[in-house]
């Protein structure tokens, strides 16, 4: 992308680097809607530039837990750099606010960047500058203490992905070992996530207070900028799941319990293969995931190939890499970065799919006008994901040796469809319950968290024995931890991305495109019309909800 605004040679070393620009623009005459049309590009430059700074300083950290040099970097720049942007941000958000020409700014593209800007002003204050630059380093703490935690199985030291891959055995035996030794691992370091979530929710409540909410949850609403709905929406969706998607978990498990021929089914059984099934181990994932986005649009293979060439793929799992794995939209190059970890399981087609669905929306919002427009909410930004791990499965078989293999692996996914929805309704409603409640302690907070899982938990296995466990279990999730709030958006998601996948089903041309269309709207147009432009629905309604969950069980009915 050529630079209009940003000298050809601009880098980001101090704040003294940024402020020129910052103060250009806060200070430039903007006297007609043109001028500031083009006022708001030359920021969106700026912008763009800081943000994939700050995106390699997360990306490097997040790559190399170990190294000083990458962990000073980022924190350096989210306590001395991002403090000051932040204010100046804020500074140009209320001239752009109180400028004549905001309101003649037309609904479209415009209508949520000023949604988005008059949202981003009530939540702001100065004196939460400093406590947000102390949370955003708190939370980095949560990948160092997961990402050194390794156990020695079979001779080899394996992080927790790669030991996790066992609890797929056929020996009931290994998998309790593997189970336990998983367990232990986790429980050493209970303690010490206790303390720093500890920290976290008493900064996140003062937080909300210095910006005049009476809660965390209130206050980050806003601050993610939902406007398409409400808290209760949130608790209508926890029902709805309990009510239409938990009794199909059930079966699922209780088919399983029946198919192993077990008296009580354990938590170490649930990835266990049935008789006569084939565990399914993808081949080849990246090759074979570019050819199945050639199948499925040829542009959507080329973007793979280009992050390819350019190195911008880091997907196996190795010690000191922190935990998880997420697309990094790098608005400057026009090119996002996938970081994953890989520990040859299923689990890694299902990740490389999801993050390339993140990644064909970044590229297909690469040259939108202004940054705003593709900052897209996760509700938006996960539906991408979410419909391409259930399109691609059309291509699945590239990956295995059999055809009985990929419909083990498409069950897999869409028993994993079934799964994942009560577990993201258990993780929003305990955050709720978190942020609305910041005094509880500790232990208070693991009693919260059981009554919340039981309330979603299938009825099918039994925690004897790991009692313990279940009531930490919330600790292994790093959205708690890392990224508060941001969870539910998957289920929302999920939700519409069987919609998207039932149109492609129906005419697999008409799907595609109409699911192109939409991500390449970016935010330019409510939640709403980008969904319907999918041709799903933003909806978690007693009958849609229905019809989805009963097209998903005639779909795994034919497997």
Known sequence: MTNKFLPDNFSVKKWEDIKPFFDELEKRDITS??????????????????????????????????????????????TQILPE?????????????????FKELPDYPYGNLKKQTELKLKVYTDKNTELLAEARQLEQNYAEIVGKLTVNYEGKELTLQQVATYLESEDRQTRKEVYELIYQKRKEVEGELDTLFDKLVKLRHQIALNAGYKNYRDYKFDELGRTDYTAEDCYRFHETVKKY??????????????????????????????????????????????????????????????????????????????????NYPLYKTGVPFIFANFAGTFHDLQTMVHEGGHAI????????????FKEFPSEVAELASMSMELLSMKYWHLFFDSEKETKEAQKKQLEGVLKVLPWIATVDKFQHIIYTSPELTPAERKEAWKRVYEEFEPQTFSWNG??????????????????????????FAQLGSVGVW????????VGIEQYRKALSLGY????????????????????????LMNFVKRQLNTL
């Open 85 to 101: 942007e932040e204010k100046a941000t804020n500074r140009l958000d209320k001239k752009l606010v109180k400028n004549p020409f």
């Open 245 to 326: 998607v938990v009794p199909l978990v059930n079966k699922i498990y209780s088919r399983k319990k029946k198919a192993l021929a077990l008296d009580t089914l354990m938590p170490y059984d649930l990835e266990a293969p049935v008789p006569g099934s084939i565990t399914p181990k993808p081949k080849n994932i990246l090759n074979n995931t570019t050819q199945a986005f050639t199948q499925l649009k040829p542009e959507f293979g080329e973007f793979l190939l280009d992050m390819k060439t350019r190195g911008y793929l880091d997907l196996e799992s190795r010690k000191n890499k922190a935990p998880g794995g997420f």
């Open 502 to 509: 039932k149109n492609f089903v129906s005419d697999n041309k």
């Open 33 to 78: 809607l043109a001028s500031l049309e083009k006022w708001l590009q030359d920021r969106s430059e700026l912008y763009e530039a800081l943000e994939e700074e700050l995106a390699w300083r997360y990306i490097n950290t997040n790559r190399h837990t170990d190294i000083e040099y990458y962990k000073k970097s980022y924190i350096d720049y989210i």
């Open 466 to 491: 790991f009692e313990h466990y279940k009531t930490i279990l919330w600790q292994k999730q790093l959205h708690i931890f890392e990224v508060p709030f941001y969870y539910i958006e998957y289920g």
């Open 524 to 547: 330019t147009v409510p939640i709403s019309k980008i969904y319907e432009t999918a041709g799903t629905k933003f909806s978690f309604s007693d009958n849609f909800v229905n019809k």
């Open 361 to 372: 929306h970044s590229f297909l919002t690469a040259d939108l006008p202004i940054v705003e």
